[in-house]
């Protein structure tokens, strides 16, 4: 079986895994600082923060940003189950904007109507790795006072207008699962210039907990002197999976070409198909390509689960991205109903993500091909 994503591990990996194994520090020691410095040198951002996975990444941003009871997070139902869960987790409410009908991502002219005095932030997805529009995200949020936190879980590696992902948003958060643009297993981080979001991120990380004696409240009592300031969490990072982080990002570039590699060479030989709608790419916006979702259109709409299942038998693993959040059972039960945007529905009604990563090789690329060529036709 091809599978839909797949990891890249070599021997520079292992051996920076097996180094933190053999020395003193498996955890809190000074691998996840270097990582951090790493990415904020790659993404062009002051501050990181890793933490345990993406969904940590997005609670903790969202703390970082006192999202809190009462407050409403407008967001695309384009996206995993995390970025609202995250949200919820926080007291506050998702309201879920539609999609652009080409890219996925957001539709900007739809974000206005849905503002209301207990708007607190946007969160920009960036669907299968395509940033989203954010200048005029960072536009709509500035005349409304608004957070503008970016979701990167797909987009690490990808640019704006010549600036790197990490550096568009006021937070920025990352996954590094295994099928994402640079792995630790299960990983995150957050991103930003803001240097009381970053004290809120180290906080929320380690139980709300400081040792930095300038941050004190209290007086300090003692050497042993620390003090819980907020309600955290442990989201911490190990520094096993932080050393894997290091040697991955050296690779990024290799990845993220190719992953442009593959996705030029699908376009090349899948344009053209009557129905088959591939994902787009604007002159100023580089994607990741962390995933490449083709879309059935018009006549093939309604023979998504039957091309969905003959590929998964023809050995090619696929996959739909994404179930509108709001159509999930839970947030059914939190009032949210069905149809609340149509664009997204319809997007996901014709959706298939077909294997895209670093290491798939020409010969796997081209029995995709083949078999979709051949499905379609039939
Ligand atoms: C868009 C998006 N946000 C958040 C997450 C959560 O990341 P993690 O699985 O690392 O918790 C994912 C994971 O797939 C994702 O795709």
């Known amino acids: 079986m091809i599978p839909y994503s797949h990891q890249f591990i070599d021997d520079e990996d ?34 990181a923060v890793a933490v345990a996975n993406g969904t940590a990444a997005l609670q903790a941003a969202y703390f970082a940003a006192h999202i809190g009871a009462g407050d409403e997070v407008i967001m695309s139902p384009m996206t995993f189950a995390a970025t609202a869960n ?5 007291g506050a409410r998702p309201v879920f904007v539609d999609v652009e009908r080409e890219t996925g991502n957001i539709d900007a002219d739809l974000i206005e109507v849905s503002i209301t005095p207990k708007s607190k932030a946007i969160v920009a997805v960036d669907y299968s790795g395509l940033p989203c529009d954010f200048d005029r995200l960072r536009a709509i949020a500035k005349k409304h006072n608004l957070i503008l936190i970016e ?3 797909h987009s690490l590696g990808a640019e704006y207008k010549g600036k790197k992902v990490g550096s568009l948003a006021d937070l920025t958060t990352m996954s590094f699962h295994p099928v994402k643009s640079i792995t630790t297993g299960e ?24 040792k930095n004696q300038t941050d004190f409240i209290n007086a300090s009592e003692g050497p ?27 690779k990024l570039p290799t990845f993220m070409a190719a992953r442009r590699k593959i996705a030029s060479f699908y376009a090349k030989e899948l344009s053209g198909i009557k129905g088959l709608v591939l994902p787009m790419e604007f002159p100023d916006r580089k994607s990741s390509f962390h995933l490449y979702p083709i879309r059935l259109a018009g006549d093939l709409r309604s023979r998504r689960k039957e091309v969905f299942e003959k590929l998964q038998k023809a050995g090619i693993g696929v996959q ?7 159509q999930h059972p839970y947030y059914r039960k939190l ?3 069905k149809e609340l945007c149509p664009v997204a529905e319809d997007f996901y009604s014709g959706e298939i993500s077909i294997p895209i990563y670093p290491s798939l090789e020409e010969g796997d690329q081209r029995k995709v091909i083949v078999a979709l060529r051949e499905i379609l036709k039939s």
């Open 224 to 250: 042993w002197y620390h003090e819980m300031q907020e309600l955290g969490l442990n989201y911490r990072l190990t520094d096993m999976q932080a050393a894997l982080g290091i040697t991955q990002l050296k």
């Open 320 to 326: 739909v991205h994404y179930i509108p959040v709001y």
């Open 335 to 337: 009032g949210y109903q």
């Open 151 to 153: 979701d990167a879980a």
């Open 187 to 210: 990983g995150g981080a957050v991103l930003t210039d803001n240097e009381e979001y970053y004290k809120r991120l180290l906080l929320f990380r380690s139980h709300g907990i400081t």
């Open 14 to 47: 292992r051996a920076a895994v097996d180094a933190v194994l053999r020395s003193d520090w498996l955890t809190q020691g000074p691998k996840v600082r270097e990582f951090e410095d790493a990415l904020t040198k790659y993404c062009g951002a002051k501050y």
């Open 86 to 90: 995250a949200a919820v987790w926080q």
